[in-house]
């Protein structure tokens, strides 16, 4: 076993998911096999290869360079509509600070 | 009028005479949904007054006696990943459940300009992930062709849509082959553009290195239709290639002779069901008699591409599928604290192989194996992208399987997750490397189960593909 059930909580903790029990055991089992045969990548030896985090990044602009310009958005209250809950300014959530 | 043998060149030849209205076909291809879809379960969606208007305004262009455009009350289908204003778009998840997105994608936004009539949003797995379209939360699709088994994934409903006379041509989503699979599983034609050829403003973003828009038709000609009008540069997608898009029409008839095609080995190994390796194999006969130099060629880290994908894609999602939080849109389970509703939230309306990918990928990307998966994986995909590069200096084209199997059986593979992933080994590969491909049919089992062909090409090289797949079709290689 490469994954502990203490590990899957964990994991669903940085992932904010809420499992049941018996979720978390049966995601213990098909991960670790999962990742069993994940493991077959270190049979490769990719000493000095470049990991490639995208490909053919020269046929496109760099959006990191484009001008900062304000461009036309969507009104506020196109994108407050589909929320469960807002109050015609903010999206609403549960109480975040305790008075 | 037979719904199922209409095609995009035949659509706009009946509306500019008019011989029949776009209305009339988009109220008959509405009414043969709603007669076959309780069966298929194909569409989520039907938007008949958005249909109905885009097709009077195409009438009213040919009663003027206007010219029409490219795709001219052709009724098209939208994979429910591909946001459409006001119509609601639920990526197949309970999340977004009753969602209606306040913007159009580009690619739909196109389609419309260029006459096309959106009909409705197809069923798919949920997020686009899955290769069978068991991991939708609105119920599975069925294959048309026999209806106890899977029309492929992820954007099976669009395929099974087209394969059953209820749309003319359909947009799908293709990460790790979701519209080459399903394509090859319903006996249609399947076409991924290079990656960045098609914007993605609009798509529920899955795994934004991989991700691709792609349609869906019945004839390459069509695809290449739908293609044309979709591709090129869009400011709302930064990363959207700047290359002008060819006349793909203009080519589509040329002659392959002299043209070079690779099989690669490693797509014919262990694992390949002998009825699709013969269909296959006759396939590429094929290709010879129409004047294609084939010969063998290597793809020597095709083994490790399943495995270097289910690190990237999932990593990817963890991340575009934090967004879902219960927040911005979608419904919110009843909590105390924020903590308490983003938890909660998620872990009630994602589904379980969504919920699996999200912790593969954050597993993946957690301290301390960020170093030993994440830059593994993307070292790999640099390995498997130099096996293209290589091939391509040898040949014009590859040629392989779409699938290792036809269509499998509903729950056949639904417990395995890792069975399922190996249901898109010959797919996979050419979103990692972000090639276009295209998959058309090649026969049918003994069983009557369509198969299907893949033919890879040079980045940014549609033209070719589609004029080589092309070719294949007018030769009757649909009906191996």
Redesign the interface.
């Given at each position: 076993m490469k994954l502990t059930r203490k590990d899957v909580e964990y994991v669903a903790a940085l992932a904010h998911l809420e499992l049941e029990p018996a979720e978390l055991e049966r995601m213990a089992q098909q991960l670790d096999a999962i990742l069993e045969y994940i493991d077959q990548l270190n049979r490769l030896d990719t000493t000095n290869v470049e990991p490639m985090a995208q490909v053919l990044a020269d046929t496109r602009p760099n959006p990191s360079v484009r001008e900062d310009a304000v461009q036309p958005s969507l009104p506020r209250e196109q994108a407050l509509a589909a929320a469960p809950d807002a109050d015609g300014t903010f999206f609403k959530v549960p109480k975040v600070i305790e008075r | 009028m037979e719904l199922s043998g209409l095609t995009v060149g035949k659509v706009r030849e009946l509306v500019s005479a008019r011989q029949v209205s776009a209305r009339e076909l988009a109220q008959q291809h509405l009414a043969h949904i709603e007669k076959r879809n309780a069966e298929l379960n194909a569409f989520l969606t039907l938007c008949p007054e958005r249909a109905l208007a885009q097709a009077d305004a195409v009438d009213r262009k040919a009663k003027a006696g206007e010219p029409l455009p490219p795709l001219a009350g052709v009724p098209v289908a939208i994979k429910d990943v591909i946001v459409t204003r006001g119509v609601p778009t639920t990526a197949g998840s309970r999340i977004l459940e009753g969602?209606?997105?306040?913007?159009d994608a580009t690619a739909v936004a196109r389609l419309e300009q260029a006459g096309a009539v959106v009909l409705g949003k197809t069923n798919c797995d949920e997020f686009a992930m899955g290769s069978s379209n068991e991991n939708s939360a609105y119920g599975p699709v069925r294959n048309p062709h026999d209806t106890a088994r899977v029309p492929g994934g992820s954007s099976g409903g669009s395929a099974a849509a087209v394969a059953d006379g209820l749309a003319v041509a359909a947009l799908g989503s293709d990460t790790g082959g979701s519209i080459r699979q399903p394509a090859g599983f319903c006996g249609v034609a399947g076409l991924m553009g290079?990656?960045?050829r098609v914007s993605r403003y609009g798509l529920i973003a899955f795994a934004s290195?991989l991700d691709h828009i792609g349609p869906f038709a019945r004839t390459v000609r069509d695809a290449a239709a739908v293609m044309q009008v979709m591709a090129g540069?869009d400011p709302n997608d930064?990363?959207?290639?700047?290359?002008p898009v060819p006349d793909y029409l203009a080519t589509l008839d040329q002659p392959v002779k002299g043209l070079k095609l690779g099989v690669p080995k490693e797509y014919f190994g262990a694992g390949l069901d002998p009825e699709v390796r013969a269909k296959v194999e006759k396939g590429i006969a094929r290709f010879r008699e129409l004047g294609c130099e084939v010969r063998e060629v290597s793809l020597p880290?095709t083994?490790?591409a399943?495995?270097?994908y289910?690190?990237i894609a999932t990593a990817e999602a963890?991340s575009n599928l934090?967004r879902y939080?219960?927040?911005?849109?979608?419904?919110?389970a009843a909590?105390?604290?924020?903590?308490?509703?983003?938890?909660?939230t998620?872990?009630?309306r994602?589904g379980?192989e969504v919920?699996?990918r999200?912790?593969?990928g954050?597993?993946a990307l957690?301290a301390g194996y960020y170093e030993a998966?994440y830059?593994?994986?993307?070292?790999?995909?640099?390995?498997l992208?130099r096996d293209f590069v290589e091939a391509f200096k040898q040949v014009d084209a590859l040629v392989t399987p779409t699938s290792p199997t036809p269509a499998f059986k509903i729950g056949e593979k639904s417990d395995d997750?890792?069975a399922m992933?190996l249901a898109d080994i010959y797919t996979v590969t050419g979103d990692?490397?972000?090639v276009p491909g295209i998959s058309v049919p090649c026969g049918k089992s003994k069983a009557g189960l369509p198969i299907g062909l893949q033919l890879f090409s040079r980045?940014?090289d549609e033209a070719r593909l589609l004029q080589l797949a092309n070719a294949f079709e007018q030769a009757g290689g649909f009906n191996l």
């Open positions: - | 969602y209606a997105p306040p913007y290079t990656y960045g290195s540069r930064s990363t959207s290639a700047d290359v880290h083994d490790y399943i495995a270097c289910y690190i963890s934090a939080d219960g927040v911005r849109y979608g419904p919110r909590s105390d604290t924020p903590e308490a509703m983003y938890d909660r998620r872990g009630q994602f379980a919920k699996r999200i912790m593969l954050t597993y957690s998966y830059l593994k994986a993307q070292r790999v995909r640099t390995l992208y997750p890792l992933y990692l490397v972000g980045h940014f």
